[in-house]
């Protein structure tokens, strides 16, 4: 049985997200409004919306997280950093970089390692430290390579790991997934992120051992805890 309780809670584990390349003004002011009326966590954006969001959430407890070298993880080590402080300086509390998946599915551990802690390094360099998440994109990656990545994750010290953009045809979070993040880097965090759309998923998703919801349907998902729908 999942240990939430009430909705606040619910909504406290919530990263509202909006990252399509069309969004619009609007649609990010409204993505905004939402958050603080709904109470999520935070609100993730494009970095082109950062500033935006950052201004709008002011004075509220909202976080503004953004992503880097989203969707495909391909940008070099240099682009990503300058990629992260840009977005840091801009506004953004929280940094999700997509992990670099040819070097996953090379097995180079060296690339990853030290991709991560040159990120990881500029993020911990702000006072207060900025939260790095690594999105690892776990439905396109075999158990092995899931492994890999997570081991390199734990042993870089990141804050989270995460799995999915959203954005792959093969799929978003599972359970499954979750549970064996939790199992290979128990001192990390994990994000679920991926098809996440109804609140008994999103309780299924915390209960197996997630403690953050990265979503489009944030909205949604509170109105059918509300509803009892779960």
């Given at each position: 049985m ?7 809670q ?20 409204q993505l905004?409004?939402d958050?603080?009326?709904y ?7 494009n ?6 969001a950052?201004?709008h959430?002011?004075?509220s407890?909202?976080k ?12 070099s080590t240099?682009?990503?950093?300058a990629a992260a402080?840009?977005?840091i ?7 999700d970089?997509?992990a670099?998946l040819a ?8 690339y990853l ?23 690892i994109?776990?439905a ?8 890999f990545?997570?081991?390199i994750?734990?042993?870089c010290?990141v804050?989270?790991?995460k799995?999915?953009?959203g954005?792959h045809?093969?799929?978003g ?9 939790r199992?290979?880097a128990p001192?990390c965090?994990?994000k679920a992120s991926?098809?996440?759309k ?5 309780l299924e998703?915390?209960?197996a ?21 779960i």
């Amino acid at each position: 049985m999942t240990n939430i309780t009430d909705e606040k809670q619910l909504a406290a584990c919530i990263e509202h997200t909006l990252l399509t390349a069309t969004a619009t003004e609007e649609q990010i002011r409204q993505l905004c409004e939402d958050a603080k009326a709904y109470g999520f966590y935070g609100a993730c954006v494009n970095p082109r919306w950062v500033g935006f969001a950052a201004d709008h959430l002011h004075g509220s407890k909202i976080k503004v997280c953004t992503v880097v070298s989203f969707p495909l993880g391909a940008d070099s080590t240099k682009i990503k950093v300058a990629a992260a402080h840009d977005a840091i300086m801009t506004g953004a509390d929280e940094i999700d970089m997509v992990a670099d998946l040819a070097a996953v599915m090379q097995g180079d551990s060296k690339y990853l390692t030290g991709q991560l802690h040159a990120v990881l390094k500029f993020c911990r360099s702000m006072r207060p430290a900025v939260p790095l998440k690594v999105i690892i994109e776990s439905a396109a990656l075999d158990t092995n390579q899931k492994m890999f990545i997570c081991q390199i994750a734990e042993n870089c010290g990141v804050d989270f790991i995460k799995t999915s953009t959203g954005t792959h045809l093969v799929g978003g979070a599972t359970i499954e997934d979750i549970k064996l993040i939790r199992q290979i880097a128990p001192n990390c965090k994990v994000k679920a992120s991926g098809g996440i759309k109804t609140a008994k998923q999103a309780l299924e998703m915390l209960d197996a051992g997630a403690e953050r919801i990265g979503t489009s349907h944030g909205v949604e998902i509170i109105n059918q805890f509300r509803a009892g729908q779960i």
